[in-house]
């Protein structure tokens, strides 16, 4: 379509100013300040402005003053209404080579200016210099670049890297690459154009360090078109967090990763797994660890299509949209679904149902989950505590980062088993249906149903249903009181504990909050309902009862 007089076609550019070396798609960033990164959108005139200008749509929100428009003229679509701008091409950087950036962060000495801002205030306030221990061993160990095993070059303006030759000479023994936040952007390009603009760059890179095991290329904008990538079989470790790449590039850069041990794809908004030739992501023989944190994902579904990953120990899923989690079905596989996975993270996302929880004891190896921020974990939204997921839970022995010790173990099992007695009054059918796990525990502690009893009466009986707890004062206004241990019926229920508690410790005018606190759980847990009873919240022997103040 022709354009018209207040809109320009970015395809049909003007001649550009011999001097500039920016073409539309070149990723840049302002003149000193690497961190200010963003893509060539325009070049050309502008109306009412002489010469040439680049117009550039930023990476970060708010640093730019438009959409790619100016004075009712579009010159180019941004992505937002406040990340475009026009600028003059000698206050933008094309970025550096490789080896030009290594030379910055590790030859560069230290200015005078630099080395005046290290200093401490000493007690009369005055400024008393700080030279760093062994600061020239360091920087002479650091700067003897054939050595080095271990680089960062993040947000140095890495566009292309130079020399193969010069890099693989320079940098034999390099195992470990952070080339987080530059300019690169292609894998590989076949141009007749031998401007190093237009160089191969993460390939070639790759190619160039016979010894790199670790490549970090997070918050690089990756360009979609990739192809000739060549074979990388020294690559174990890559991270692609923040780039942009969706899963139809991954299963094009798989051929040449064939021994890649971890994948690191975080904030990619991935919203699905679309294998090439098959329902189920093939290959990646030796991949352990793939962290899908921070996406879009909504449907298990499109979890289940890397079960058959035969290596897999660790999924990271922290950050997602998933609502539910099931075991596949075995028929049809070639492998055992999930078959090496030990590690399974689903902390934020919105799983609400138990069945979820349940359904991860059918997975062989799974010992380590991670369900904190979930709403089955939220109290407050009808979740349950700790106890009750490693009682379900019958493999864990980690547990929203925290180690389940056997005692704990033993303890919560115990504590479940008794709150479902004391809540379920339907049939047996039903109580193995919302408790799958009930019967087992149940017959492996020897606990008994508790009815009436008929031969223990007075003192004895009820001594048998006393719970030894600890309780704790941690309001700010009730002052230093030691902690007390009490026991008590587990009939009693929240609101009689507040009333003992302003008795035990003589709160006088305070209205007390009560919160059990849990081995393993980073927060305690608020008892906001004065009709449930202590066995009925599954406090057992040995808990611990905070209590505060209302504010």
């Not at 060539?40 to 428009?69: F, N």
């Amino acid at each position: 379509m022709q354009a018209t007089s207040n809109s320009r076609d970015p395809t049909r550019q003007p001649t550009p100013d011999p001097g500039s070396t920016f073409r539309v798609g070149q990723r840049v960033h302002f003149i000193g300040q690497p961190r200010r990164i963003g893509t060539v959108k325009y070049v050309g005139p502008v109306e009412g402005y002489s010469g040439i200008w680049i117009g550039v749509d930023w990476d970060a929100d708010g640093e730019g003053k438009h959409d790619g428009s100016h004075n009712g003229v579009s010159y180019f679509t941004a992505r937002g209404s406040d990340t475009a701008s026009f600028v003059r091409s000698h206050n933008l950087s094309p970025g550096v080579a490789l080896l030009e950036a290594l030379e910055t962060r590790y030859r560069t000495a230290s200015t005078k200016e630099e080395e005046d801002e290290m200093y401490v205030l000493s007690t009369r306030n005055k400024r008393v210099s700080v030279e760093l221990l062994g600061k020239h061993k360091i920087e002479d160990k650091v700067s003897r670049f054939e050595e080095l095993t271990s680089a960062s070059l993040s947000y140095l303006g890495v566009s292309f890297p130079g020399s193969p030759d010069h890099v693989s000479s320079t940098l034999p023994s390099l195992k470990e690459l952070d080339l987080s936040g530059n300019l690169l952007a292609n894998w590989e390009v076949c141009l007749p154009c031998f401007c190093v603009l237009y160089q191969p760059d993460i390939g070639i890179i790759c190619e160039g360090l016979p010894a790199l095991t670790a490549l970090n290329l997070s918050n690089n904008a990756i360009s979609p078109d990739i192809f000739n990538v060549p074979q990388l079989s020294n690559i174990r470790v890559l991270v692609l967090n923040q780039t942009g790449v969706i899963w139809k590039q991954v299963e094009v850069l798989k051929d040449s990763l064939p021994y890649v041990e971890e994948l690191h794809l975080m904030g990619n908004n991935l919203r699905e797994i679309t294998p090439v030739s098959s329902t189920v992501v093939q290959g990646f023989n030796f991949l352990r660890l793939l962290n899908l944190e921070n996406n879009c994902i909504s449907a298990w579904d499109e979890i289940v299509k890397l079960s058959q990953l035969r290596s897999l120990d660790q999924i990271f899923l922290n950050n997602n949209n998933l609502n539910h989690v099931w075991y596949p079905d075995f028929g049809g596989l070639d492998e055992v679904p999930f078959k090496s996975l030990s590690g399974l993270f689903l902390g934020s996302n919105n799983i609400e149902d138990l069945d979820s929880v349940d359904s991860l004891n059918s997975f062989p190896k799974l010992m380590d989950i991670r369900l904190s921020e979930n709403p089955v974990a939220d109290h407050g939204k009808g979740g349950v505590p700790r106890f009750v997921f490693i009682a379900r839970l019958a493999k864990v022995q980690i547990l929203n980062g925290s180690e389940i010790s056997p005692r704990e173990r033993k303890e919560s099992e115990i504590r479940y088993v008794r709150l479902v007695m004391s809540k379920s009054h339907g049939s047996s059918e039903e109580i193995r249906r919302l408790h799958p796990r009930f019967a087992e525990l149940k017959e492996f502690h020897g606990l008994e149903d508790e009815r009436p009893s008929t031969g223990a009466s007075g003192p004895q009986k009820m001594a048998s249903g006393l719970i030894s707890i600890s309780l704790k004062c941690v309001g700010a206004s009730m002052g230093e009181k030691p902690p007390l241990l009490k026991k008590l019926p587990g009939t009693t229920t929240v609101g009689k504990l507040k009333n003992l508690c302003v008795s035990f410790f003589k709160l006088k005018s305070i209205k007390p909050v009560l919160f059990l606190q849990e081995e393993g759980s980073p927060l305690p847990t608020l008892l906001e309902d004065d009709m449930e009873s202590l066995i009925e919240l599954g406090v057992g022997n040995q808990s611990t009862i905070l209590v505060d103040e209302r504010p």
